[in-house]
């Protein structure tokens, strides 16, 4: 146990540092907080990404904390994983193609009890990664913007079984990263001295997500489950660091002749509500769909009591999931897990009265290794983002996802002749 406990913290060491890196090269990460991740385990994302009334004994959904309460009876889960994401950003007149790939989450689980389940893990939250530029015909310069940085969840949760049908359960969510936004102002007369700005963003705090799942048996093995998830509003604390320079070009060195502002406040971010509702039905273990409705009001986001011109998020997904023979002993493929789903997302971004779209169709496919305990979930999501209209951007993306999840056996005590 104690070689566990080190590889663990290990992990959590390397995929935290693994987030902080996490890019994306998306010019609309500029605004808000960044691309929302949503979703990121291999298995979920296959099925729409949709997951608030998925419910499995041998699999861990951080998204509803209630399913905690249904993990097996002197188990040990531990679920990790990756991503890569290759985008073809385009406007109107040109094009250009970027490659992504990082960790993707690392959580653990397990039963405390017979009713009560617990969670731990580090997921990411959104990042920021951009590189733009403009033109001011007027100076005669070049206006150049910059942006990296991402923010991280790690949270730590419960379930507790109400009844045979109803379990309740709460996340404790702690938010933290940093975002950093860069501008500069180049002049072709290298007489004038240029000018850069940088304003960073330290961001950490904690917010609640709380979760009921409830179940209803019919027939045999055929089963119904209804979910809810939801936030409150919650006040993230931030300390903005802003600093304005003039400098000149010695060759490609910047030499910073003065620094015009310099500033550190402290505030917070307002995190706008968020609700999800979900069913899903399955046949044994043979046959799973499962539909999703998530809904936040990005409207009401708020940094230094400021808005940012953000709309309502609503998206919708349905996922369908088969199993040919659970149990097959012969043929491998049909232990294999089959996974499809589409969805359709209005996202928190609006220009010009046009509010960007998202939508998706999703495979992949889980592979059991029984005598290791063992499971890798694969899938590939296709789909865009934006318009072409009003001089916008769209982007088409093709995401690849990977995660292997390892069920353990402890708490069990040694038996002797």
Known sequence: MGRILKTICFLFLVIDTSFAQLATTSPYSRFGLGD????????YTALGGGVSSLSDEYSINP??????????????????????????????????????????HLT????????????????????IGYELSSRDEEYNADLLYFGDGGLSTAYLGGAYQLSNNLAFGVNANYLFGGLNRRKKLIYDDNTFLHSRSNSKLNINGLYYQLGLIYDKKFQDEKLFSLALTLTNNSDISVTRSEILETFSYSGTLELIK???????ENGSITLPQFISVGLTYRDGKRILVIADYR?????????FNESDDLSNSVRSSIGLQYIPEYNSTTQYYKRMAYRLGFSYHNTPLQFYNTQLNEKSISLGFGFPIKRSRTRYDFSLVIGERGTLENNLLKEQFIKFGLSISYDSIWFLKRQYD
Do not use: R
């Open 108 to 127: 653990l689980a397990f039963p405390f009890n017979d009713k009560i389940g617990m969670s731990i893990g580090l997921l990411p939250y959104s990042n």
């Open 295 to 303: 809904i936040q009001d990005w409207s009401e986001y708020k940094m």
């Open 63 to 104: 998204y509803n904390p209630a399913t905690y309460s249904n993990i097996g009876k002197n188990t040990f889960l531990l679920s990790l994983g990756a991503l890569h994401n290759t985008v073809n950003t385009q406007n109107n007149s040109d094009n250009y193609i970027s490659n992504n790939t990082s960790f993707s």
């Open 36 to 43: 929302l991740q949503g979703t990121v385990f291999a298995e």
């Open 258 to 264: 003065d620094t015009v502002f310099d500033n550190t």
